[in-house]
């Protein structure tokens, strides 16, 4: 005797399948915006530095150093500020430099220091 069975799949079980192909989907996408997301601020992170330390690396060929100055990187990066500040140090002829780098409308800023030989 021939038993005959059902062919497919019934509509709960499709129901739940979708289900969880969607949660996978939803989740795979979340984590590469995610991804994304770190990746494009290390990388404004890394311009900031390289800019800062091209400022610092400058100091050596200038004769004076001004207590407080700012700008912008215009026209390479106008998006991209700086402030600088020269303050004593407790050793004598010594002074303290920070460069402070901002992007992102002044949301997101890094600061370098250095200490420069007067």
Request: overall charge positive; charged content about 20%.
């Amino acid at each position: 005797m021939r038993t005959i069975g059902a062919r497919g799949f019934t509509l709960l079980e499709v129901m739940i399948a979708v289900a969880i192909i969607a949660g996978v989907v939803f989740t795979v996408i979340g984590v590469v915006n995610n991804h994304l997301a770190v990746a494009g601020r290390d990388r404004d992170e890394g311009v900031a530095v390289l800019l800062g330390r091209q400022m610092l690396d400058d100091l050596d060929t200038r004769q004076d150093i001004p207590e407080k100055s700012n700008g912008t990187f215009a026209p390479v990066r106008p998006d991209y500020a700086w402030v600088m500040t020269s303050t004593a140090t407790q050793v004598p002829g010594f002074r303290k430099v920070t460069v402070a780098i901002s992007w992102d409308n002044a949301r997101r800023t890094v600061s370098l220091v250095r200490y420069v030989a007067k």
